[in-house]
């Protein structure tokens, strides 16, 4: 059942030919060679809610020391991983389950010349492939979304991080009432497994942590819903080379969902106790 439902999340971020059409897309910044910055690549490469302006201000409250040891889970093209690395002088892994997506952020990253301070594998949040206590913080960027089994998520993330690191997560929670469907995480309700604020920190405490910091960030993510309505879709190049031409109905109903108050945006950090199971 739980290798099932990998499957069919990893085919909703299928992605075939990702890299190629990055290439193409790329084109209209210089020729190949030419190195880009984390800032220029964050219209197709911040893969939430707000974009760029959301990992900034995650950054902040997580407040990231030069040099830290960073993991990005489900990192998707690498776009936080790379604007962190840049602002906050550290090092990021990525991981993700996705082939094309890791594939993508390396291409991306070697586009930024960040490779020595970047780096990305293909792997599942469920079972992190590294040692207990490697990491100062990891983050979490509208993934958890995409997962049943929440405490196997935060217990892998609290085995990974040193105690005393912080875990910081910016995700989509559940409001009142059922979301429409389709939307950027999930084409059918079979994929999304939101939980309210609620229940996603009680599930994050029991497996190690305490609370930093609470955001609820909906009102800031129904201004930007509302602004990107005025405006009409962002111009091209834009995430919709990463996500498919259904880009707008997706977002658009993410939108829907925001402002029709069924779904809500929390930012939250929190630091690894020194108990945990
Ligand atoms: C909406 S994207 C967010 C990407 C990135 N965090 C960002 O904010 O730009 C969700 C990502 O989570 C990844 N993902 C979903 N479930 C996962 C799992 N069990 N293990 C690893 N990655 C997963 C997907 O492949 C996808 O890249």
């Known amino acids: 059942m739980a290798d099932v439902l990998l499957e069919d999340v990893r085919s909703h971020y299928r992605a075939t030919g990702l890299t190629q059409r990055l290439k193409t897309a790329l084109a209209v910044f210089g020729p190949?060679?030419?190195?880009?910055?984390?800032?220029q690549l964050g219209i197709l490469d911040q893969f939430h809610t707000r974009g760029l302006a959301a990992t900034a201000d995650l950054a902040n409250l997580v407040r990231i020391a030069t040099g830290a040891l960073v993991l990005d889970v489900g990192c998707g093209v690498g776009g936080p991983a790379r604007f962190l690395a840049d602002t906050c002088s550290c090092r990021v892994t990525g991981i993700d389950l996705s082939e094309p997506f890791v594939d993508a952020a390396r291409y991306l990253t070697e586009r930024t010349g960040q490779d020595g301070q970047v780096s990305f594998q293909t792997a599942s949040a469920l079972a992190l492939p590294?040692?207990?206590?490697?990491f100062d913080v990891v983050l979490l960027q509208?993934?958890?979304m995409n997962i049943v089994d929440r405490a196997q998520l935060y217990r892998e993330i609290r085995r990974v991080l040193k105690t005393g690191g912080k875990f910081a997560t910016f995700d989509v929670v559940l409001n009142s009432g059922e979301p429409h469907y389709p939307v950027p995480w999930a084409r059918t309700p079979e994929t999304s497994f939101l939980l309210t604020p609620e229940a996603t920190r009680e599930a994050v405490e029991q497996a190690g942590f305490h609370t930093l910091a609470w955001q609820d960030d909906t009102e800031a993510a129904r201004t930007w819903v509302t602004q990107l309505r005025a405006s009409g879709p962002p111009p091209s190049p834009n995430l919709g080379v990463?996500?498919?031409?259904?880009?707008?109905q997706l977002t658009s109903n993410l939108g829907r969902n925001l402002m029709e108050g069924r779904l809500g945006i929390l930012m939250a950090v929190f630091?690894?106790?020194?108990t945990h199971r």
């Open 271 to 274: 630091e690894a106790t020194s």
């Open 242 to 248: 990463v996500m498919g031409p259904d880009f707008v």
């Open 142 to 144: 509208h993934v958890a």
């Open 130 to 134: 590294f040692d207990d206590g490697r």
């Open 32 to 39: 190949e060679d030419q190195r880009l910055t984390p800032q």
